[in-house]
């Protein structure tokens, strides 16, 4: 076994207190109540800076270690489905369409969560009812995105929850997948 290190205290910063945030709005704090608006704003800051992380950052971070590529993403899932188990140390090609998908998401949240705020867009069905349909699309996805943690770490023999914490990916010594 090797360990790597893969995630930088900022990243996993960034993670564990995204899904604080995004918990607590989605299921803890009333949508109505002002600190529901503050953690929202919380919650844009820290996209604002994953995505400065992610030009900027070190290795790992950097979104051109993981460009979302649909190809790449089926050719990973055929290796799944084929028992093959290759180890990435950054994210996979569908881990990172997923991460696109979250950080997309999440966003658009807060933008249609602040338009809420607006005079011009308070009240307003489409938005509402917009910011609701993409909460529920990122809940779907949180639970998608836990389920393949899992599934993944069982498979390959890494943990990854682990990863995420230490910023350590600890896989058998064949070498991984940069």
């Not at 649909?70 to 990435?88: D, F």
């Not at 009240?123 to 529920?136: F, K, M, P, Q, R």
């Not at 836990?146 to 993944?152: G, M, P, S």
């Given at each position: ?104 998401s999440i966003m658009a949240i807060a933008v249609t969560g602040w ?64």
């Open positions: 076994m090797s360990s790597h290190k893969v995630w930088d205290p900022l990243l996993r910063t960034f993670h564990w207190s995204l899904v604080a945030g995004f918990t607590a709005n989605a299921l803890l704090i009333d949508g109505e109540a002002n600190l529901h608006e503050v953690v929202g704003y919380a919650v844009l800051g820290l996209i604002g800076f994953r995505v400065l992380w992610g030009i900027i950052g070190p290795r790992y971070a950097l979104f051109s270690s993981f460009p979302p590529d649909p190809s790449a993403a089926i050719g990973q899932a055929g290796e799944m489905l084929r028992g093959e188990k290759r180890v990435h140390l950054g994210h996979s090609p569908l881990g990172a369409l997923m991460i696109y998908n979250l950080l997309l338009m809420m705020t607006t005079s011009t867009y308070w009240g307003v069905g489409w938005v509402e009812d917009t910011h609701e349909a993409l909460v529920s699309w990122a809940e779907l996805s949180v639970v998608v995105h836990v389920a393949a943690v899992i599934l993944e770490s069982l498979r390959l023999h890494v943990n990854l929850p682990k990863a995420m914490i230490t910023g350590y990916k600890t896989v058998r010594t064949e070498s991984p997948e940069s």
